[in-house]
């Protein structure tokens, strides 16, 4: 009777633990699904121009652009500020996540602020999208929108600009990062699952002509945006460029330029159109880093 008694207790016992294994399981699944899917789409500038209270806005462009006019209430973050060469020689080398972390603090940010994000896709390579990419590897949790059109859907309109640097945010946040390098990969990655990966070169043509990665398919990062105000290209018009390439869309792509700008613009177009698609990445070392790679 005992020894039924003390199995009756034992599978009791097991089958909570198993129980309270299969919610934290679950709470854990949901959380990383949560984790890998960013709130991110774009905004029109009529939609941001009724709105502006409820987001932070960061401008993309040189500092230089910034002063001579942005949106009222910007905060210039742009990559020529973020980036430096690193030891080895490699050029446009993201700064330390403490660092970004600390000035989008400064800016009165943590991982939850609703942020816009603009640019013109062109006196920063596109720099709108390497923002884009940044706050997502950082692991931002809040709204991230894309202004569609730029400062030049925000011009046409004729909305007010202001000149100058920005005024400091009243109340400084501490943003908390927690890096997702899903989104980013190294030379010894691409090395190791080569055959896995797709390879796309955004840079010029004549850059490519002078050293590639061999086997990369070549779209240029001017391919991912149209018209006057460049807006970022639609779903139905990204298949239809990717699948003429020949890329697989249910496979990982990643893209590359020199040092990760102009392939985080194409990164960040092709999360916008296939958001749940396809596994999207930005080689943000780029040819830098590969060419100092044995094998280049």
């Known amino acids: 009777m005992k020894n039924k008694l003390s199995s009756g207790i034992c599978v009791q016992i097991w089958s909570k633990i198993i129980f309270i294994l299969v919610i934290l ?24 121009q009724k709105n502006m209270s409820q987001w932070t806005i960061l401008d993309a462009r040189p500092k230089a652009e910034f002063q001579a006019a942005h949106l009222p209430g910007a905060f210039c973050f742009s990559w020529e500020d973020f980036t ?9 080398r993201i700064l330390p996540p403490e660092k970004l972390a600390a000035a989008l603090g400064n800016m009165g940010m943590d991982r939850k602020t609703s942020v816009v994000v603009y640019g013109d896709a062109d006196t920063s390579w596109g720099g709108e999208g390497w923002v884009s990419w940044v706050l997502t590897w950082l692991g931002h949790k809040g709204q991230i929108r894309v202004l569609d059109g730029g400062i030049q859907a925000w011009t046409e309109k004729q909305f007010v600009l202001v000149t100058g640097n920005a005024d400091s945010a009243i109340f400084p946040k501490l943003y908390n990062f927690s890096i997702d390098n899903s989104i980013n990969i190294t030379s010894a990655d691409i090395k190791k699952n080569r055959t896995d990966l797709q390879l796309v070169d955004t840079r010029s043509f004549l850059e490519r002509i002078k050293g590639r990665i061999s086997g990369a398919v070549y779209i240029s990062w001017k391919s991912f945006y149209k018209g006057k105000k460049r807006h970022p290209r639609s779903s139905s018009e990204i298949v239809k460029l ?21 392939s985080a613009y194409a990164w960040m177009v092709h999360k916008l159109a296939l958001p749940e698609l396809s596994v999207v990445i930005n080689y943000e070392g780029g040819m830098e880093e590969w060419s100092r790679a044995d094998d280049f």
């Open 25 to 48: 399981l679950n709470a854990n699944m949901i959380e990383c699904k949560s984790a890998q899917a960013a709130d991110f789409a774009l905004i029109s500038v009529e939609h941001l």
């Open 84 to 92: 430096k060469t690193d030891k080895i020689g490699v050029a446009h």
């Open 242 to 262: 990717l699948e003429k390439k020949g890329i697989d869309l249910q496979k990982p792509v990643v893209y590359y330029c020199t040092g990760g700008i102009r």
